[in-house]
């Protein structure tokens, strides 16, 4: 693998050299020079991968390249213009890189086979930007929804040098066979753009891509050496039906890909800066489920999100709620943004259980609780009725846990008192007897059961006890 850490200042000066050191591998033979030569007179852009192809690939076929899942890899991004050939009008230039499919059938199912990547490795990208070792690019973004596509900015007359890396493997797309598996392989894809009048990033200028095949750490060596050493047992004569393995990979050109349009001109307005470590979910929270049924709107809900939130108002729900590990993906989302997000949308972003979670709390769904009892206490006869038609008025009572420590801090909140003030509750019994409540007797209250309430001041505690009638 060719490494290349020179500054962006470098570029301009050393162009020339640069680009025909990272063409030389190519340029050994006469028909690999006259296929460059070719290459380059249809575009001034050209995109190269720093890792060896596959000697193992008849000259007929595409080159097939192997890489180390997780592992850094280089893609230099050319512009010859600072040899010869066209001109890009535009300062900077787009550049979108996406893990695609190789095999027309998995293309067609992409959707479903990547939802279900999603599934079984939440949390994770399928392709990430090593920041620190990529020179030359800017404002580097990932947008959420789009697990294997990256993007970022760069400036032509300086070239660049982005490294990618691939966290999916070949095999998980391979249904599973007693014979073993064999990995399907992907496309890398560089769809390029330039600025319009407007300032957007529409103008597609270059779309290149390499055929590639990804193992798990360190088994794109062991490929690489067991073909190698398969060509070496090959006669002379055989071997000339193979192309030649090269220290880099050439991308060739293809046709845009058929959303780069429109993944660029919503990113361009959109996109959160992107995360090198996306935030771990968390599996702490197990009182939410999605199939849950018959969820109440209770009164603890109460702190519901608001289309009218701004931003900074939204950052602040979200460390209320305990969603501060998100605080920096969700940065210029207002409520509304949140509010119009859907479940599935919420569960590819943080995952299934911090998506689940954000989804219940947005729509102000909470636990279904465990007992429900209604309170009220007599008016006395000197106070006026507060319901129309006269009668009592109830308070609803949700128990989540329904202890009583739980039934002491709603009572609490009803009073408005500490719950430490209420010192004891008790029941009235059948012959007017006072029957101290415990946990016991409050998991046996009957759902919806409703009681007129008592207080009685306690003076040596300065507390309240309460009856239950």
């Known amino acids: 693998m060719l490494f290349w850490h020179s500054q962006p200042e470098s570029f301009q000066q050393h162009s020339a050299s640069y680009i ?23 575009s001034a852009l050209q995109n190269i991968l720093c890792a060896p192809t596959s000697p193992a690939v008849k000259q007929q076929e595409e080159t097939l390249t192997y890489l180390n899942q997780g592992q850094s890899y280089e893609i230099r991004m050319l512009y010859r213009k600072l040899v010869e050939y066209t001109d890009i009008s ?58 294997n596509t990256i993007e970022f900015l760069w400036d032509p007359v300086k070239n660049a040098s982005v490294f990618i890396q691939v966290n999916c493997i070949s095999t998980e797309f391979t249904p599973r066979k007693h014979g073993g598996e064999k990995g399907v392989p992907f496309r890398i894809q560089v769809d390029t753009f330039s600025q319009n009048d407007n300032g957007e990033y529409l103008d597609q200028i270059h779309s290149s891509s390499c055929q590639v095949k990804v193992f798990k ?11 190698r050493e398969k060509m070496d047992k090959k006669s002379l004569h055989d071997r000339d039906k193979y192309q030649p393995s090269h220290e880099t ?9 058929p ?14 800066v992107y995360q090198s470590s996306p935030s771990s979910c968390s599996f702490t929270d197990g009182n939410s489920s999605p199939n849950q049924q018959g969820e109440l709107l209770l009164p603890g809900c109460s702190d519901r999100l608001q289309a009218s ?51 219940n709390t947005i729509k102000g769904r909470c636990v279904q609780p465990r007992l429900t009892i209604y309170v009220c206490q007599p008016q006395s006869r000197n106070q006026l009725s507060i319901k129309p038609g006269g009668g009592d008025v109830y308070h609803a009572l949700y128990l989540e846990e329904a202890t009583l ?11 408005s008192v500490t719950p430490q003030q209420i010192t004891h509750i008790y029941r009235q019994g059948p012959t007017g007897i006072h029957i101290l409540v415990t946990d016991e007797m409050v998991q046996n209250f009957s759902d919806e059961s409703n009681f007129t309430i008592s207080t009685m001041r306690d003076e040596n505690t300065e507390g309240y006890h309460v009856v239950l009638k």
């Open 405 to 415: 420590l739980d039934l002491s801090e709603k009572m609490s909140t009803l009073f």
């Open 309 to 359: 939130s701004s931003p900074h108002d939204t950052q602040q729900w979200l460390q209320r709620h305990r969603f501060s590990p998100f605080s920096r993906l969700f940065s210029s989302f207002s409520g509304a943004d949140l509010l119009n997000m859907g479940r599935d949308d919420l569960i590819q972003i943080c995952g299934p259980a911090d998506g689940i979670r954000l989804f």
């Open 217 to 227: 750490p360190k088994g794109a060596d062991r490929k690489l050496k067991t073909d």
């Open 249 to 257: 990979t050439m991308f060739t050109e293809c046709s845009p890909w």
């Open 259 to 272: 959303d780069a349009l429109n993944l660029s001109t919503t990113s361009s307005t959109s996109s959160p």
């Open 20 to 42: 025909r050191e990272a063409l030389a591998p190519f340029l050994k033979n006469d028909e690999a020079r006259q296929l460059a030569e070719s290459v380059s007179k249809r």
């Open 90 to 147: 535009s300062r900077y230039v787009k550049s979108i890189v996406r893990v695609v499919f190789h095999d027309r059938r998995l293309q067609y199912m992409e959707h479903q086979q990547l939802e279900g990547w999603r599934w079984s490795r939440p949390g994770d990208r399928i392709l990430d930007i090593d920041i620190p070792l990529s020179v030359g690019i800017m404002e580097p973004q990932a947008h959420p929804l789009q697990l």
